[in-house]
Structures are given as structure tokens and as C-alpha cells.
């Protein structure tokens, strides 16, 4: 079993829609998740974390932390094409010293016009 | 300045040949991270430098050698590359050492080995 699994999509959608992006992990240890966007040949552009369990928002995106499900979300309202893009979460763990950064595989989405 | 530079932005090289990667930064962060990356796959770590010191190396063969000159410079060396190491190869920073979760990329560089 993969310690981050997510939906490799790809994922269509109307502009204007809500999407929901998701990541289940395996490792109770990880205490901080990301979402990370990525354009075609570009490097990944961090969007938001989340400590622990509990939900952030900026602007049109809101991350969502379900520790005891071990379970993350992404939820982008009024979708627009400019959201078009991979969207990668990420987590990170100090175990006794030993640093853990795992990224999902990653969720195309492509948001028509 | 808010952002990570890389250089070159495509590097075709033999499998004899020796080349180098730079990425460069001038936030003040302390940390700096190398991650290869295949085409439809997530980046994959390969090593962090935290307060210009290595400290982690993800088993990475050693025709990959990685060096950081000082707090803002990190180099990739490459040599006798095998054509399965081509990929994007992303170079990284973050504020304080190794454990940051906020971590700052730049746009890679496309590295073909023939």
C-alpha cells in the first residue's frame, strides 16, 4: 500500500463548478498537508497547508484535515480554466529525527470554459 | 525576491558526459531540497541540504552529487547518467531547516540523457 494515495483523474468540470480533490494516507505519524499546483512544465506552487485536523480557507479554496479518517481535501468553489492544472498533496513527518515529505501522484483537473 | 531560480532550463548530455544543475535563492531560507520528477508522477526527494549541511540522502546512486556552496546556492552534479534518469529535476528552499512544510519551487530543469 502506497503511503499517500490520490486520484490521478483526470477530473473535467464546468467553470463555475465546485471541485473536490482528495488523498487518503496510510502513516498516522504525518502532521503537516499541503496542496501544491503545477502547470504543464512548471514546478509545483504551494496553496495552502494545514496542521493537524480542521478545515482552512483562503479565497476559493478550502483544505479540509480528517485525521482519524486519514483523509485530506481541496475544494475549489467558482472553478475557473485558469485552474487547470495537476494538483499534488503533500505531507510531512518528523519521525525521531528522520524527515518524511510524500507527495500524492497527483489529480488532473481540467475546468472548461 | 521571492522565487527560485534553476539553470539551466533543458540539458540534453551523453552518458559519458559531466554537467551540473544550479538553483539559486534569496529569501534567507535555510533549507534546500533536490526532487526528481517522471513525467506524470509526483516529485520524489533526493536530497536536502538544511543550514548548508546534507542531511538527508534518499539512497540516490552515486552519479548524482549534490553540493551546496553556501546558504542561497545549491549544485547537482551529474555524471555518467543513464538515459532512465532522464526527468524534470526541481530544485527547492524553505524557511528554517529540515521539517519546513512550506517548501518553495522552482520550475525545474528538463534533463534528457542520450
Known amino acids: 500500500q502506497k503511503e499517500v494515495e490520490q486520484d490521478p483523474g483526470p477530473l473535467s468540470v464546468p467553470e463555475g463548478a465546485i471541485v473536490s480533490l482528495n488523498c487518503t494516507y496510510s502513516?498516522?505519524?504525518?502532521?503537516?498537508f499541503m496542496w501544491y499546483r503545477q502547470y504543464s512544465r512548471k514546478g509545483p506552487e504551494l496553496l495552502m497547508y494545514?496542521?493537524?485536523?480542521g478545515n482552512k480557507e483562503d479565497g476559493r479554496f478550502t483544505a479540509q484535515v480528517d485525521k482519524s479518517s486519514k483523509y485530506i481535501s481541496l475544494f475549489i468553489r467558482d472553478s475557473q480554466p485558469s485552474d487547470s492544472a495537476t494538483y499534488l498533496c503533500a505531507m510531512s513527518a518528523d519521525l525521531s529525527g528522520t524527515y518524511k515529505y510524500i507527495f500524492g501522484t497527483g489529480t488532473r483537473l481540467k475546468v472548461l470554459a | 525576491d521571492t522565487e527560485v531560480t534553476q539553470t539551466p532550463k533543458h540539458l540534453v548530455m551523453g552518458m559519458t558526459n559531466k554537467k551540473s544543475l544550479k538553483c539559486e535563492q534569496h529569501?534567507?531560507?535555510?533549507?534546500m531540497y533536490w526532487y526528481k520528477q517522471k513525467a506524470k508522477k509526483p516529485p520524489e526527494l533526493m536530497f536536502v541540504?538544511?543550514?548548508?549541511?546534507?542531511?538527508i540522502n534518499e539512497s540516490v546512486p552515486s552519479r548524482f552529487s549534490p553540493e551546496c556552496p553556501n546558504s542561497s546556492l545549491l549544485n547537482l552534479h551529474l555524471h555518467a547518467l543513464q538515459p532512465e534518469d532522464s526527468a524534470l529535476y526541481l530544485c527547492?528552499?524553505?524557511?528554517?531547516?529540515?521539517?519546513?512544510?512550506?517548501?518553495?519551487f522552482g520550475p525545474g530543469t528538463r534533463l534528457t540523457v542520450t
Open positions: 527547492a528552499s524553505s524557511l528554517s531547516g529540515t521539517g519546513s512544510y512550506e517548501q518553495y
Open positions: 494545514t496542521y493537524s485536523s
Open positions: 502513516n498516522s505519524a504525518f502532521q503537516y
Open positions: 541540504y538544511s543550514y548548508e549541511k546534507l542531511s
Open positions: 529569501m534567507g531560507h535555510r533549507a
